[in-house]
């Protein structure tokens, strides 16, 4: 489930509301729909395949609600400033001051 809350925190970066538009871009919908569907086969039907087991609705819900939490999380990195520097470019710089010749 948190696949699914994931997918819509990552549609757009810059924008804090994640739900603008959603119903306008099918393809997106149509992805949501089959990820849903497909998660809850595998839960539900494949038990030996997967080896996973049934899930009562209470079981749902708890799931629901631990992947709802990535929503709020999402939206408050939305407003961690990034720097225009990649934060690797400082990882070579450590690299390359600590070589000895």
Do not use: H
Request: include cysteine; glycine fraction near 6%; aromatic fraction near 12%.
């Amino acid at each position: 489930m948190c696949q699914v809350f994931n997918e819509f925190n990552s549609r757009s970066f810059e924008k804090k509301n994640v739900f603008k538009g959603v119903l306008r871009n099918r393809l997106f919908v149509g992805i949501i729909v089959v990820t849903v569907v497909l998660q809850a086969v595998m839960v539900e039907l494949l038990k030996k395949f997967a080896d996973t087991v049934r899930l009562s609705f209470a079981e749902w819900g708890v799931c629901v609600a631990i992947a709802a939490v990535t929503w709020p999380i999402g939206w408050v990195v939305k407003f961690v400033p990034v720097g225009k520097k990649p934060v690797f470019s400082y990882l070579k710089l450590l690299r390359c001051g600590s070589k000895t010749t």
